[in-house]
């Protein structure tokens, strides 16, 4: 190896790196105790169980619309999350409301047909007015089974 080379990328590279360094020290932020305590609402344990259901339905492939029962395929994963998302929108005082948003898409060069399409959408009205919080969900896969 050519140390004449060597040496002054060594040179630049150090100086570059002083250069990025802060002079002060960062200051850690505080955390909003509203996040906070969302965050440690989050369930591990809830989290896996609901992958493992939506894994459970063996096939969330949008082109199984043609095939799917109320156990397996797309519309009984999307039927599912629909019962969660009305669950929780019950524990709401009726400001959650909860619908399907149901399309066809056309065939494209990319597909091999036209295939519905739904997505499970819920809104929440804040406390503020004015103020709604959406959630939906897209659950189909595309792994091609």
Sequence with gaps: MDVRIVRPAALLAVTLLA?????DAIRPVQADPAIASMVRAVSAARLKATDEKL????????FSDTTSTATHGFFAA????LAQFRE???TSG???????????QP??????????ESSV???????EPGRVYVMSS????????
């Excluded at 897209?138 to 089974?145: Q, T």
Aim: hydrophobic share 35%; net charge positive; proline share 4%.
């Design 55 to 62: 894994v459970g339905f063996g096939t969330r492939n949008d």
């Design 19 to 23: 250069a990025a360094t802060p002079r």
């Design 94 to 104: 009726g400001r959650m409301t909860v619908r399907t948003d149901d399309f066809t």
């Design 121 to 127: 959408i819920a809104e929440l009205r804040g406390d």
């Design 138 to 145: 897209h659950l189909d896969d595309c792994n091609g089974d």
């Design 107 to 116: 065939k494209t060069a990319f597909t091999p047909r036209a295939v519905k």
């Design 78 to 81: 999307r039927d599912w999350v």
């Design 88 to 90: 929780i929108a019950k």
